[in-house]
């Protein structure tokens, strides 16, 4: 089983464990030392530092978090909005009918909420992403999500309409634009 302690830890490193005998296969036939470097000695640090917090308050941090994941995935619901995510503490926006991506990223920065713009996995659509962490409150969910609402309909209402564009490309065919 390989792991890695990036996300969940914040330390750049990864780990595999299992048996004598899969380790040994893993070591014959992997390139990994080939293609890697090994860990510095600051991401070796982090990762001691992280496992002792995990020891003594990993239970209780991924409850907290659990629970503020919770809290803003519920008030999403009730302002009629929803995301991708699951219970991750990766939040990302389902889209919004009239309301443009990029414009409430600007707004929600404005109001001072931090949220992470990125391509969607088709490479093609814009999504935004709320990431949410055990040092975040349950005021400063209620607050994103408060901004969020504001956001949304200051976007609505300038919203721009256009009429649908149909583009012909000669190598790829009609395009909707």
């Excluded at 990762?47 to 907290?64: F, K, V």
């Excluded at 503020?68 to 919004?96: C, E, M, N, W």
């Excluded at 490309?169 to 395009?175: D, F, H, K, Q």
Aim: aromatic share 6%; with cysteine.
């Amino acid at each position: 089983m390989a792991s890695s302690l990036a996300k969940g830890f914040g330390a750049p490193l990864a780990a595999i464990a299992g048996s004598a005998q899969a380790i040994s296969k893993f070591e014959e036939l992997s390139s990994t030392r080939v293609h890697s470097s090994p860990p510095s000695l600051a991401a070796i640090a982090a990762g001691e530092r992280a496992l002792i917090i995990n020891t003594g308050q990993g239970d209780n941090l991924r409850s907290r978090l659990w629970k503020l994941v919770r809290r803003f995935r519920d008030h999403l619901r009730q302002a009629g909005l929803s995301a991708f995510g699951g219970l991750f503490p990766v939040q990302t926006l389902k889209p919004i009918p009239e309301v443009e991506v990029g414009q409430l990223h600007d707004r929600l920065t404005s109001l001072g909420i931090k949220t992470v713009l990125h391509r969607a996995r088709n490479g093609l659509d814009i999504r935004l992403s709320f990431l949410i962490t055990t040092l975040h409150s349950p005021e400063d969910i209620d607050r994103g999500v408060d901004a969020l609402q504001r956001a949304c309909a200051l976007a609505r209402r300038q919203f721009p309409r256009r009429e649908s564009i149909i583009v012909d490309y000669p190598l790829s065919g009609t395009v909707p634009v």
